[in-house]
């Protein structure tokens, strides 16, 4: 019966760890309109310089600006960052 409480607490931890919500750490965001997985670092352009660079696709490195919303690959809806 201890076996199998370690293999439950084991599940479950393994569990969290998959679902926690931490975007800029994971690397992609899903759309919740088409439910696909929009990658973070991308070849990008900065709104304001018009510079494109690779990166995330929600900081410019040239004038240190952060974005706080972008649009999906896919469906082009707009996905905001919280």
Not at 27 to 46: I, M, Q
């Amino acid at each position: 019966m201890l076996e199998r409480l370690r293999t439950l607490t084991r599940f479950a931890v393994d569990l969290a760890a998959r679902t926690s919500v931490d975007p800029p750490r994971r690397g992609s965001l899903e759309c919740t309109d088409c439910n696909t997985l929009d990658a973070l670092n991308v070849l990008a352009t900065c709104k304001r310089r018009g510079t494109t660079e690779f990166g995330s696709r929600l900081h410019c490195s040239t004038r240190k600006q952060t974005s706080k919303a972008f649009t999906c690959d896919f469906c082009t809806a707009t996905i905001k960052v919280l």
